[in-house]
């Protein structure tokens, strides 16, 4: 009795998969509410292209000494010199801020033990300039005191940047609408509607490396001034859109 139940069972499973191996791949078209639509899925990118309208630089100034209060008072001294010299020439105060601020002690592992020999301090300031100015603002930080310049970043203010980013999505929802209307076209079907739509996507700075304030100091001393190009900024945007078709 048991093989007869058996047997037509496993014919029947046989008969089943055999079915879902041998059935075409198909495409099962529908709606996130449940209801029956024809849809059309793309996904579109639209990129801004605009210079620059702000720079970052970063400053720093360091100092070593035998003791970890000198150090920082030699520091404090040069970048109150450098806060002094750029608000000199213009720059807000609030576009120099304090972005880092260390002290450690320094040893010599050369012997059989370590042996302290001083301690550094060492204190970073970021200043947000106009992209012609950021040449100008490593000459008077180098020139006041700082002996590190650790990057220019080259980017966008945060209205310039929305600005952007508008005209980038309105690009990004005309590739996907493009895309969607090819489709329809070629599956003998008219777009009706927009179902769905996601945003996503970012924009895309740029950034502009400097060597240290050696060779910045080298530059200065010489009276040739620090000339930086920056270069465009690309804002850019993603769209995926879910057409309605019929």
Do not use: W
Not at 103 to 116: A, H, K, S, V
Not at 207 to 222: M, N, Q
Request: with cysteine; glycine share 8%; proline share 4%.
């Amino acid at each position: 009795m048991k093989r007869r139940i058996i047997a037509p069972l496993l014919i029947a499973g046989l008969v089943l998969l055999a079915g879902c191996l041998s059935a075409p791949l198909q495409t099962t078209l529908g709606s996130s509410d449940g209801t029956d639509a024809t849809t059309i899925s793309t996904t579109g990118t639209g990129e801004v292209t605009a210079e620059s309208d702000l720079a970052v630089v970063n400053i720093a100034v360091t100092a070593t000494a035998d003791s970890a209060d000198e150090a920082r008072g030699m520091v404090a001294d040069d970048v109150a010199a450098v806060r002094t010299a750029l608000t000199d020439a213009g720059i807000a105060e609030d576009a120099i801020q304090s972005s880092g601020f260390h002290i450690y002690p320094e040893y010599n592992y050369g012997g059989e033990e370590r042996e302290l020999v001083g301690y550094r301090a060492a204190h970073t300031l970021t200043v947000e300039v106009a992209p012609d100015r950021a040449g100008e603002v490593i000459d008077l930080s180098v020139g006041a005191g700082a002996d590190e310049i650790r990057g220019v970043f080259f980017t966008l203010t945060d209205e310039k940047r929305a600005e952007l980013r508008s005209e980038a999505l309105t690009n990004a929802v005309e590739s996907a609408e493009a895309d969607a209307n090819t489709v329809a076209a070629a599956a003998n079907l008219e777009i009706t509607g927009v179902h769905t739509a996601n945003v996503g996507g970012g924009y895309s700075p740029r950034p502009y490396p400097v060597a240290y304030a050696e060779d910045a100091a080298r530059t200065t001393s010489a009276g040739a001034p620090t000339e930086l190009t920056p270069g465009p900024v690309t804002v850019s945007a993603t769209v995926q859109m879910v057409y309605t078709a019929e």
